[in-house]
């Protein structure tokens, strides 16, 4: 029988840590949420395996788990404080939003796909609360927000929600084409956005945020 909490703390110490996550609040939270109760059904034994776990195509959606240490260094770019009003975009079964929810972030989870709301609706209960609806138009009706995540790879700018995030508020997500896309991290400054590229990774991407037909990136 698999002891999950020695997993949970494998994964940190050897693959969080060891790929630059070095903000304690983040490393506690990855050791404290429980992985496998967001895993698909009947994945559990590879919840903390250095890959990202698939969900398949979901309601017709490509949906995924970023591997550990991706979505840790992703989250740890976020500068996620307590207090701090955060949209996470893709949300699938709600992993990412306990994260943050643990590093004390009020949470809106973001998610198109019913069967998948509301799974999160039910794993996050009071932790997070889980909107659908479609996800390039993020969730204005909940906006500004400090913080914004994208879990899944995006190929055009989004724009919706960088509108809906916070003078200083960042989003993080990974865009671009397939094999060269990275991890990179927008922070608004008044009506402007600026962007830095952090690290190489890929996730499958999202339809929502698909380039058009012969759109060069």
Do not use: W
């Not at 939270?29 to 919840?47: Q, S, Y």
């Not at 701090?84 to 809106?108: E, F, H, K, N, P």
């Amino acid at each position: 029988m698999i002891d999950y909490a020695q997993a949970r703390r494998m994964m940190v110490d050897c693959q969080l840590r060891t790929f630059d996550v070095n903000d304690n609040a983040v490393l506690d939270a990855f050791d404290t949420v429980p992985r496998e109760a967001f895993v698909p059904r009947g994945r559990e034994p590879f919840a903390y395996i250095d890959q990202t776990l698939s969900f398949g195509e979901a309601g017709g959606e490509p949906r995924c788990m970023p591997a550990p240490m991706v979505l840790a260094r992703m989250i740890q770019a976020l500068r996620i404080r307590p207090g701090v009003a955060a949209l996470d975009v893709a949300s699938g079964t709600g992993y990412a939003a306990a994260i943050m929810a643990q590093l004390g972030a009020q949470v809106t989870a973001l998610e198109s796909v019913p069967d998948l709301a509301a799974t999160a609706r039910a794993q996050l209960g009071a932790k997070a609360e889980v909107v659908e609806g479609p996800l390039a138009a993020g969730a204005p009706q909940r906006a500004p927000f400090d913080v914004i995540l994208i879990n899944g790879r995006v190929e055009v700018r989004p724009q919706a929600l960088l509108d809906q995030l916070k003078d200083d508020g960042r989003l993080v997500c990974v865009m671009g084409p397939h094999r060269n896309a990275k991890v990179t991290l927008f922070v608004r400054a008044g009506d402007a956005f600026g962007a830095r590229p952090l690290f190489d990774a890929s996730l499958p991407g999202l339809d929502a945020f698909a380039a058009e037909a012969g759109f060069a990136f």
